[in-house]
């Protein structure tokens, strides 16, 4: 038998991160079983049926015995109730880690809950698609993407050093940085996006003159990159917005000041200070194409000139 | 000698779209040769080299001279200067035309600088990319995009249909319908999602604890598909909110204000509200999806197992 870097893994949700994570793991061979749990009844079958896992359960605490890595993969608003059900049935030295898009509520939410000789290492891999459920999940997801350790004081290192491998071995970068800064981050980054973009398409639903119909016609001009994102899991993203508060209020404010600049200069015609915004904007995102974050094809149009 | 639609085609402005009307109406083999202008030195010499044009020239007068269809490819705050200066010029019965994002001030600064036996026919190819310039053109930019013509009650009917004809060639669908109601639609399917997305790349850009490369370090939580949009060029953009300036200052006004029921539910809390306006979004995506105007994929994370 081959030394893998975890005999066993519990994934607490089978949903689109649970479900990758089961797949990237497998197909790099670090982990010798899986467990899953899923209070959904079909997402269970559906999980055991794709292989995702060796064993299913309803409750999270069945699922985490013996394991040696526990990633929580529910929506954050659920963090709470799980680490308080899993505690006692946790392995002495077990690491508990989790993908949740907010760091600071999430530390507060699962810490006090676990017990002595537990090592708690928060994660957040920066990937997604607007696809929930495990059929949607891949392999390749992580692939090239940022996996953030967000580790406490009392994080033992080498608990920092062994999540940091098993996210490198399914294809991630790992960067550490404290729980406060990922979330500032992560705010105007990924929360204030989805935030403006479930708004907008709010605003265009809402249009007396104009049908739904009319705006999906003429969604290619900007308006269908938007629905992209808005398209998320709903209580995801709800239970995002309700812990990282004050982080997006803050982002929140910022945007509406800036917005409101813009909204003057169009309202008196000043051409100058529009122009000098929309050039700056061009710089930003150059440098996302120099840093390899996205690719630089003219995918807006979404043409076919280009595969 | 094959019958061509058009003997010669005048572009006027040989960027971005000037360049792709060029290779989609040469492949189509429906004119006989194409005249262009720019006021750029550069532009007119790649476009020349490429091929997009058989004669290129500086001034918009010295390239509409027998011309049967003449197409406005300039930003818009351009276009009354333009029309003034090549009436004159202009072949009795020619067709003038453009591509021009806002559609009632269009009507307003060519239309009365046009002479008798002149047929306008605004028209709005609801295509592009964030790229700009005669090497960023490409032939299959209009396939099964929208094209709306606007035409005004003077319009006769025998021109309209000439351009139909003409935007069909180049793979486009045709639509027409009043200029006010085109702005209207296109305020909120493409004039706010570019306001909204060059305000958010600002506000990244303000921001004192998080720097630009933190912000492109961690841009595929979302804010990456904003910059993309963002990236699009300054002065048609700037001409576009200058001459649509009533309808984008409604939509953004409306926007504002569900973007602050959006603010007070996370403020206070409001899981449920926020629940109820984040699931409704999905069902436009789904829309859009089944209306053809988008592949149903997860090109969220741009990964790398679909291609």
Redesign the interface.
């Known amino acids: 038998m081959s030394i893998k870097q975890f005999e066993k893994l519990a994934l607490i949700g089978l949903g689109l991160l649970g479900s990758s994570i089961s797949l990237a793991a497998r197909k790099s061979n670090c982990v010798r079983m899986i467990s899953g749990a899923d209070h959904n009844t079909t997402t269970r079958a559906t999980a055991l049926s794709l292989g995702l896992v060796d064993t299913v359960h309803e409750h999270p605490a069945d699922a985490v015995e013996d394991a040696d890595l526990v990633i929580l993969c529910v929506p954050v ?1 659920c963090f709470r109730s799980v680490a308080k059900s899993i505690s006692s049935r946790l392995k002495v030295g077990a690491i508990v880690s989790d993908v949740g ?1 907010v760091k600071s509520s999430v530390v507060m939410d699962v810490m006090p809950q676990l017990p002595e000789g537990i090592h708690f290492v928060p994660a957040h891999p ?6 929930s459920g495990p059929e ?1 999940g ?4 992580f ?1 090239g ?2 996996c ?1 350790l967000t580790p406490t004081d009392a994080t033992e290192s080498a608990a920092v050093a062994s999540v940091t491998a098993f996210w490198q071995l399914l294809g991630s970068n790992v ?1 550490v940085m404290s729980a406060a ?1 990922h979330d ?3 705010a ?20 007396e ?2 049908s ?21 899991d ?2 995801m ?3 995002i ?2 812990k990282n ?1 004050e982080a ?2 803050e ?2 404010g ?3 000041e ?2 409101t600049d ?2 003057r ?3 008196y ?1 000043d ?1 100058d200070r ?2 000098q ?6 710089k ?5 194409i120099a ?1 390899g ?3 630089d094809v ?8 280009q ?1």
Chains 1, 2 share one sequence.
Do not use: C
């Not at 105007?188 to 249009?207: E, F, K």
């Open positions: 608003g898009s920066i990937a997604g698609t607007e696809r949607s891949f392999a390749a997801l692939d993407k940022w953030i960067q800064h500032l981050v992560l105007i980054t990924s929360h204030l996006p989805h935030l403006i973009a479930y708004n907008i398409v709010t605003t265009a639903d809402h249009l003159r104009i739904n119909a009319e705006v999906i016609k003429y969604s290619a001009g900007g308006f269908r990159d938007f629905t992209r994102i808005a398209a998320s709903p209580t993203w709800r239970d917005f309700l508060k997006v209020l982002m929140l910022r945007f509406t800036d917005l813009l909204q200069a169009i309202r015609g051409g529009m122009f915004i929309f050039n700056k904007s061009r930003i995102r150059q440098g996302i840093a974050q996205d690719a003219a995918d807006f149009g979404r043409s076919s000139h595969s």
